[in-house]
C-alpha cells in the first residue's frame, strides 16, 4: 500500500484542485441528502462539496490514516471515515459518490465502479475523475529508469500496464449501467516552477510506489536518473516555468 504524505500531494494543490472542480461541476443533481467524497486525501475538495451543499450530510473517506489526520485537523466540522472502497458496502443509499483520482489505484476497477453505482439512491450521481497519465512520456520514463538501472524488474512490468485503459471502455461501461451517461477528457497543461517541478509533482501521486519499493541507495540513484530524464522531456522554459500536460477521464453516470 502506497504511504502518502499530504504536505508533498497538497505541494500543487492548486493544480490538482482544477480538475476535481471541473468534476463537482458537472454533477446536476439539485439537493442530494447523502454525499460521500470517497478517497478524499486531505479534505480541502470535501470542503468544497460541503459548501456547494450546506443542507446535505457529506462524509470524507480514505484508506489512507495521514491524509484523514490532516483532513480532521484542517475541517473539524466535517465527517471523516476510514474505508477501503474495494470492500465498502454504504449502510445508507448515498445521492451522489464523488471519487476524484482514486479509482485508477485499483486495478481491474470496472466492478468497482459498478457496485457504486448500484449503491446509488434513486437520482443518485457516480462522479469519477481518473488520470490518464498512464500514456505519458512521465509514466513511461517512470518505468524505463527502473529497466536502465536493472531496478525492481516486475514493478517496472507493472508500470508497462496501463491504470485507465481507453476512453470508450468507459463510454461502453457507462452505458452499461445508465443511459445517462457522460463521460469525457481533458488534457490540462500546468505551468509549474521551481527545480525539477515534474519530478515533485509525480513524488506526490504515482512515483511514491517506486521510490517506498526502493532501498536508500537505489532510490537515490533512481532519483537522479529519472529527474534527467524527465528534465529532457519536459524541457524549462527561458521565462523558468516547466509545462506539464496531463490528460483526464472524467465520468458523471445518474441513476434514473
Not at 31 to 37: E, G, I
Not at 39 to 67: F, H, K, L
Not at 208 to 213: D, E, I, W
Request: charged fraction near 25%.
Amino acid at each position: 500500500m502506497v504511504v502518502w504524505d499530504p504536505a508533498q500531494y497538497l505541494h500543487f494543490s492548486d493544480h490538482r484542485l482544477r480538475p476535481a472542480l471541473d468534476l463537482l461541476a458537472r454533477i446536476g443533481h439539485p439537493a442530494p441528502r447523502l454525499v460521500h467524497d470517497v478517497g478524499c486525501g486531505p479534505g480541502n475538495v470535501t470542503r468544497v462539496i460541503a459548501d456547494r451543499w450546506p443542507e446535505a450530510r457529506i462524509i470524507g473517506s480514505d484508506i489512507s490514516e495521514p491524509m484523514l489526520d490532516v483532513a480532521r485537523n484542517s475541517y473539524p466540522e466535517l465527517e471523516w471515515q476510514t474505508i477501503d472502497v474495494r470492500s465498502w458496502d454504504p449502510p445508507e443509499a448515498p445521492d451522489v459518490i464523488y471519487s476524484n483520482a482514486v479509482l485508477h489505484w485499483i486495478p481491474h476497477h470496472d466492478e468497482t465502479i459498478r457496485t457504486l453505482f448500484r449503491s446509488l439512491a434513486p437520482q443518485g450521481v457516480l462522479a469519477i475523475q481518473m488520470p490518464l497519465s498512464s500514456y505519458e512520456p512521465s509514466r513511461k520514463l517512470m518505468a524505463q529508469t527502473l529497466d536502465d538501472l536493472g531496478l525492481l524488474p516486475d514493478l517496472r512490468r507493472k508500470l508497462d500496464e496501463p491504470d485507465v485503459v481507453p476512453v470508450d471502455h468507459y463510454v461502453d461501461l457507462g452505458l452499461e449501467l445508465t443511459p445517462h451517461t457522460d463521460v469525457w477528457t481533458t488534457t490540462y497543461r500546468h505551468c509549474l516552477s521551481g527545480p525539477d517541478p515534474v519530478f515533485e509533482w509525480f513524488n506526490g501521486s504515482a512515483l511514491r510506489s517506486v521510490r517506498q519499493a526502493l532501498p536508500d541507495a537505489d532510490r537515490e540513484r533512481y532519483d537522479r536518473a529519472y529527474k534527467t530524464a524527465l528534465r529532457t522531456a519536459y524541457p524549462m522554459r527561458p521565462d523558468g516555468t516547466t509545462i506539464l500536460p496531463f490528460p483526464r477521464l472524467f465520468m458523471v453516470l445518474t441513476n434514473s
